[in-house]
């Protein structure tokens, strides 16, 4: 189908999923799913996702508008930054203590108690949404969006790379973080950022 690009959807899964797998959106769902049911707080999760990627897609797609050259320079600077931050972060020394103060931060917006699942769905809708508004999953996709110019593609490799990790933060999440290093993995998206730039700045010069 020429609307659907299976190596984009590949390519961005590829590029979201570690990177948010030790973030702010694992850490999140992770907390929402000990206080509430598991079910309602995905869905709301995954609604969220939903709306946030369709709002970068549709940013990127805006992008794309213009001319080449200036498409490839922002989305280096996109994939550049957000290289570097992932770096920076993964090689703190206490990583711990920022997984620590983001899981506080959940906690504060959660209101405690067992309530119904349309409300628990709401509740970690506005939680995920709020939290994760203009983190580095939507720059990244906004960036896919007007590099590739195939923004279903893009919106379908985001949207399952982050209701994976949602899925893995409700199902095994306590579990992971006692046995992986997810600092590593920030490390290791960091690399793939980084290489990602070193290749869109190479087209940008050849444009």
Do not use: H
Request: with cysteine.
């Amino acid at each position: 189908m020429g609307w659907l690009d299976l190596s984009v959807v590949a390519l961005t899964f590829v590029l979201i999923f570690p990177a948010e797998l030790p973030d702010k959106t694992f850490i999140a769902t992770l907390v929402l799913s000990t206080r509430y049911r598991r079910v309602p707080v995905w869905i709301g999760v995954a609604v969220a996702f939903a709306v946030q990627s369709a709002i970068a897609v549709a940013a990127g797609g805006l992008l794309s508008l213009l001319p080449q050259r200036i498409v490839l320079g922002i989305t280096f600077c996109l994939f550049a930054a957000g290289s570097v931050l992932l770096l920076v972060s993964g090689f703190r020394a206490r990583p711990r203590a920022a997984e620590e103060a983001e899981a506080e931060e959940v906690e504060a917006k959660a209101p405690a108690g067992q309530t119904g699942s349309w409300r628990i769905a709401a509740t970690s809708f506005v939680v995920l949404f709020t939290a994760e508004w203009g983190d580095l999953s939507q720059l990244f996709t906004a960036g896919m969006a007007a590099r590739t110019g195939s923004p279903v593609s893009v919106f379908i490799g985001a949207w399952l790379a982050l209701i994976l990790v949602a899925a893995i933060a409700v199902l095994v999440g306590g579990w992971l973080q006692q046995r992986v290093a997810l600092w590593r993995i920030r490390i290791f998206s960091g690399v793939i950022l980084a290489g990602l730039a070193a290749w869109t700045l190479v087209e940008f010069v050849r444009a």
